[in-house]
């Protein structure tokens, strides 16, 4: 069976610092992979997603990056981090056809 | 583009009453339609999905929806709420990407609370 993993679960960093949050998937090959942000309050809202390696979409305009070095492996990254990058971070995972989307449990950022 | 309504950010139920989650959506396109689950600081869980098969869709714990074209609607009920089913329920369409991702657009989510 698949299975997502996300980490890490919470994170708290300084204003200016750098990110790196990671999403692996097992028990599939090249799925398509998305970045979700969830901000207090609000409903999920789509950062990036990809369809292949190296092949990343990116859907707002923002302090953030992604990166996909490996097929089931998907990275969220920012050199410098803003109090606005605060919220809950879900990564997910969906066939090529995209029937269904299945996420991660999700990493609490909190900048301070 | 797509998008997705929920009506209502809060509801809250009796134990053992009738749960209606609304949602209503505009597709240019007949969409797929999902309800998710989110329990505190978890992601999200598929509850059901509607992919152009039978309208009254079945999912997991006791849920069903039913797609409304009419109404543009994708509404989710519960016959009789338990107490593990208060958590935020969030509706959402995809825009049936052909090869490429298929993206989620994802309403604002409502939080059921269920209430002895």
Known sequence: SQTIHQWPATLVQPVGSPLSLECTVEGTSNPNLYWYRQAAGRGLQLLFYSVGIGQISSEVPQNLSASRPQDRQFILSSKKLLLSDSGFYLCAWSTIRGMSAFFGQGTRLTVV | ?116
């Open chain 2, 1 to 116: 583009a797509q998008s997705v309504t929920q009506l209502g950010s809060h509801v809250s139920v009796s134990e053992g009453a009738l749960v209606l989650l609304r949602c209503n959506y505009s597709s240019s396109v007949p969409p797929y339609l999902f309800w998710y689950v989110q329990y505190p600081n978890q992601g999200l869980q598929l509850l059901l999905k509607y992919t152009s098969a039978a309208t009254l869709v079945k999912g997991i714990n006791g849920f069903e929806a039913e797609f409304k074209k009419s109404e543009t609607s994708f509404h989710l009920t519960k016959p009789s709420a338990h107490m593990s089913d208060a958590a935020e329920y969030f509706c959402a369409v995809s825009d049936r990407g052909a090869g490429t991702a298929s993206k989620l657009t994802f309403g604002t989510g409502t939080r059921l609370q269920v209430t002895l």
